[in-house]
């Protein structure tokens, strides 16, 4: 059984940071990129991040490049998400998801106070 499973989310002040985690299992996904998204109340889901399983290639939303960095650990099948320099509209639910396989995880809270 395929799984995405999230972590690393919470409550943080402005100008605070967090690193998110996307823990995979139950398949191989070393020829599927990886993608963060979030969606806030309200609001549409928002792309945030991708890196190929290989970890050579990433790409940033314009919202969040110079403060968010994706990587990713092969060895423990798991993708990170390191958030820095946090403001209030970063707030929202921040999911992982293998597109090409549909597959997304449920998703982790955080929240930004000002």
């Known amino acids: 059984q395929v799984q995405l499973v999230e972590s690393g989310g919470g409550l943080v002040q402005a100008g605070g940071s967090l690193r998110l985690s996307c823990a995979a299992s139950?398949?191989?996904?070393?020829?599927?990129?990886m993608n963060w998204y979030r969606q806030a109340p309200g609001k549409e889901r928002e792309f945030v991040a991708s890196i190929s399983w290989s970890g050579a290639i990433t790409s940033y939303a314009d919202s969040v490049k110079g403060r968010f960095t994706i990587s990713v650990d092969n060895a423990k099948n798991t993708v990170y998400l390191q958030v820095n320099s946090l403001k209030p509209e970063d707030t929202a639910v921040y999911y992982c998801?293998?597109?090409?396989?549909?597959?997304r995880g449920q998703g982790t809270q955080v929240t930004v106070s000002s």
């Open positions: 139950g398949r191989s996904f070393s020829s599927y990129g």
């Open positions: 998801a293998v597109p090409s396989l549909n597959y």
